[in-house]
């Protein structure tokens, strides 16, 4: 048994399509782009875009440069670090016990202790 759907087996778009139907494409150009890894990489740009001096690599993730003799040096990552690490880096031990003290004193005062 054969459902009522006439467009079974078809997608929205498919079929013979042509500049006439979409309109003219807007002129463009193609950018070379070498990651450290050797991956060449071109995409398209418009002609009045501005054109970036970086382009992320699609296969390794890494900056890709216009320069393949000189690609640009990979991002340096930060290891993850918690709130704790980043209090740690702006006090000492001494400042947390003198502003663990004065909290607990005016904690103290509140509750009449």
């Given at each position: 048994?054969t459902g009522g759907n ?5 997608r ?11 309109g003219?494409?807007a002129p463009r150009?193609r950018v070379?782009y070498?990651?450290?890894?050797g ?5 398209f740009?418009?002609?009045d875009?501005e054109?970036p001096?970086q382009?992320?690599?699609p296969r390794c ?6 320069d393949?003799?000189?690609p640009?040096?990979?991002r340096r990552n ?21 502003i ?5 004193t005016k ?7």
């Amino acid at each position: 048994m054969t459902g009522g759907n006439a467009i079974r087996g078809t997608r929205v778009g498919a079929g013979p399509m042509g500049e006439s139907e979409r309109g003219e494409s807007a002129p463009r150009r193609r950018v070379d782009y070498w990651c450290a890894n050797g991956h060449h990489t071109r995409p398209f740009f418009s002609m009045d875009a501005e054109v970036p001096d970086q382009w992320d690599c699609p296969r390794c993730g890494l900056p890709a440069g216009q320069d393949e003799q000189n690609p640009p040096e990979a991002r340096r990552n930060e290891p993850y670090k918690s709130h704790l690490a980043y209090v740690k880096e702006r006090r000492s031990d001494s400042d947390g016990m003198a502003i663990l003290e004065e909290a607990l004193t005016k904690l103290k005062k509140r509750q009449g202790r």
